[in-house]
């Protein structure tokens, strides 16, 4: 990931109304066979982690990706992605729980906010679940799903409120 973290505490990624361009049409444009590309911003097994104030442009796949995380609040950001480019999902909230995605701004190729818990044999290995999401005052544009609960649910979900959004 461009910008990556782990066993993190108390962090909060924040700018001035910055952009942050993952110059995704490298990626799209010349994609390897079982190559992953990488997302734009990604923390691991952390608590309380922040995200405001931030333009996310041209993510080579899932533009920002909390998982295993406990404590997670993105606010106030726009996420901007081609509408003809798949796996540029918004904002994945991964076996995280506790999170807070509010004033966000998505328009992308695929999912603007894919709730997931695992994927197949590492869901149910793990077995930690997605809860305790909280998704309002938000405006998704999107040719897939604006908000999905999965793909990749193995490890479960739980107590999701959407409100107030407006969803394209």
């Not at 909060?12 to 990626?27: E, S």
């Not at 952390?46 to 931030?54: H, P, Q, W």
């Not at 309002?136 to 959407?162: D, F, K, L, Y």
Request: contains cysteine; aromatic residues 8%.
């Amino acid at each position: 990931s461009l910008i990556h973290g782990q066993n993190l505490t108390n962090v909060h990624v924040t700018g001035a109304n910055g952009t942050i361009d993952g110059n995704g049409h490298v990626w799209w444009s010349h994609k390897v066979h079982n190559d992953t590309p990488p997302h734009l911003l990604e923390v691991m097994w952390s608590f309380n982690i922040k995200v405001s104030n931030l333009t996310f442009k041209n993510s080579p796949f899932w533009t920002i990706h909390p998982v295993y995380t406990r404590g997670f609040h993105a606010h106030d950001l726009r996420i901007i992605n081609p509408t003809n480019v798949s796996n540029t999902d918004g904002i994945d909230p991964d076996s995280t729980s506790d999170v807070l995605i509010e004033s966000v701004y998505i328009r992308t190729g695929d999912d603007g906010i894919a709730i997931k818990s695992g994927w197949d044999e590492y869901g149910y290995g793990l077995g930690i679940p997605s809860s305790n999401i909280t998704v309002r005052a938000c405006n998704i544009t999107t040719p897939c799903a604006a908000i999905a609960i999965g793909s990749e649910m193995s490890g479960g979900a739980s107590n999701i409120t959407v409100t107030d959004c407006q969803l394209y």
